[in-house]
């Protein structure tokens, strides 16, 4: 089955820094790739994804990048804010099923 | 626009119990997704049942079952619990179309404490 890493698994940045956080999966049948944010006492939200005819997405200050052929995404966030702070999770889909990464925990320091 | 409910929020269960957990998808949102979140497994697939078919099955022993209903609202069901089924038990709906993907909508889960 499908299998997704995730680095890193702590993030501490500076206010108004750029995070980013990088994913690898196994299988290339995966076909979206989104990314959610969780916080604490909440369920995952979802912030941003993309399709595998695509390579790259922004909305605002978060973009993702897809690398078909490495098997690699990730996460870029510009211009941190604290209530960027969370645990975001990347996710590779394929058919219903969804395989996500171990979760990367973001600290943004004011 | 309403968002996924679960519910109960929380629940204490004894060793041996079974229990029901409750899911109402967004409306229009044919497919739920359950997933089991700790902290040292992260999220993990139970099942996905799309127009009250169980499309997908992840690998969690039979004691974990689910349905879905008319109205794509589902139910999930643990049959003789184990301490290790303490989990944060989320459902996340989607449009889930038949050879797309959707991103998902979770809920906010419940919290199941076997004791």
């Known amino acids: 089955g499908e299998n997704v890493e995730q680095h890193p698994s702590t993030l501490s940045v500076q206010e108004g820094d750029s995070a980013v956080i990088k994913c690898t999966y196994s299988d290339s049948a995966s076909n979206y790739f989104p990314w959610y944010k969780q916080e604490l006492g909440k369920g995952p939200q979802l912030i941003i994804d993309i399709r595998s005819n695509v390579g790259e997405k922004k909305d605002q200050r978060i973009a993702v990048t897809l690398n078909k052929t490495a098997k690699h995404f990730s996460l870029h966030i510009t211009e941190t804010q604290p209530e960027d702070s969370a645990v975001y999770f990347c996710?590779?889909?394929?058919?219903?099923?969804?395989?996500f990464g171990d979760g990367t925990t973001l600290t943004v320091k004011p | 626009k309403a968002g996924v409910t679960q519910t109960p929020r929380y629940l204490i269960k004894t060793r041996g119990q079974q229990v029901t957990l409750s899911c109402s998808p967004i409306s229009g949102h044919r497919s739920v997704s359950w997933y089991q979140q700790t902290p040292g497994q992260g999220l993990q697939f139970l099942f996905e049942y799309f127009s009250e078919t169980q499309r997908n099955k992840g690998n969690f022993p039979g004691r974990f079952s689910g349905r879905q209903f008319s109205n794509s609202r589902s139910e999930m069901n643990v049959s003789t619990l184990e301490l290790g089924d303490s989990a944060l038990y989320l459902c996340a709906s989607s449009l889930g179309g038949q050879r797309s993907v959707y991103g998902y909508t979770f809920g906010s889960g419940t919290r199941l404490t076997v004791v």
């Open positions: 996710a590779a889909s394929m058919g219903g099923k969804s395989t």
